[in-house]
């Protein structure tokens, strides 16, 4: 059973589209992160929802809009696509009072904009 | 300067050999320190936690110096297995994590 998802694995379209991610945990963490990591492999925080509360946002383009609809799921809307987003995209849980380092990563969306 | 940073590397040692990943952090008041393991287009994975008093697992021993913003992380004989980029990660207590952009390991027959 895999214990944080994500879908769709591989995305690419093209500037100026929409697209959501969307992310799962069933490990029963009650806290979820969406990371960037670039085309260094720089991986660098972007959001994180406590029990679908938003935490830390880490002044990413308001393009970006995260929904937590409960605290399994955490998804990524994305609008406007430009080039410069094109990266991977992973999904993390973590349980809060266990501190936030023990934190579980999804296998990543490599997303394209062409 | 880097939050979190680390030689990018590659390190290219053969099986059997000892290899030392260095790292330094700026926030004099991070709280805590980690070692992930990212493999080739897969996620990255805790490897370990890092303490002052040091610290080790099997063949990886990790070492944390205060005073000096400096972690360590020591893999004696390597494996192929071990090849993976080692990325040195920092708990800067704003309820985040801080990772630096890895050192790639590669070892070879």
């Known amino acids: 059973d895999t214990a944080v998802s994500q879908t769709p694995k591989y995305l690419v379209t093209q500037m100026g589209n929409d697209k959501s991610i969307k992310c799962e945990q069933n490990?029963?963490?009650?806290?979820m992160y969406w990371y960037k990591q670039d085309s260094k492999k720089f991986l660098k925080i972007m959001f994180s929802?406590?029990?679908?509360?938003?935490?830390i946002n880490e002044t990413v383009p308001n393009r970006f809009s995260p929904k937590s609809p409960d605290k399994a799921h955490l998804n990524l809307h994305i609008n406007s696509l430009e080039l410069g987003d094109s990266a991977v995209y992973f999904c993390?849980?973590?349980?809060?009072?266990?501190?936030?380092?023990?934190?579980?990563f999804g296998p990543g969306t490599r997303l394209t904009v062409t | 300067r880097k939050e979190v940073e680390q030689d990018p590397g590659p390190f290219n040692v053969p099986e059997g050999a000892t290899v030392a990943f260095n790292c330094t952090y700026s926030?004099?008041?991070?709280?805590?320190f980690f070692w992930y393991r990212q493999d080739c287009r897969k996620e990255p994975k805790l490897l370990m936690s890092?303490?002052?008093s040091g610290n080790e697992d099997g063949r990886f021993t990790a070492q944390l110096n205060r005073a000096s913003q400096y972690i360590s992380l020591l893999i004696r004989d390597s494996k192929l297995s071990d090849s993976a980029t080692y990325l040195c990660?920092?708990?800067?207590?704003?309820?985040?994590?801080?990772f630096g952009t890895g050192t790639r390991l590669l070892v070879s027959p």
């Open positions: 929802y406590n029990n679908k509360e938003l935490i």
């Open positions: 993390a849980s973590s349980q809060r009072d266990r501190g936030i380092e023990e934190q579980y």
């Open positions: 890092v303490y002052s």
């Open positions: 926030n004099s008041a991070s709280q805590s």
């Open positions: 990660v920092v708990n800067t207590g704003f309820q985040k994590l801080v």
């Open positions: 490990l029963g963490h009650d806290t």
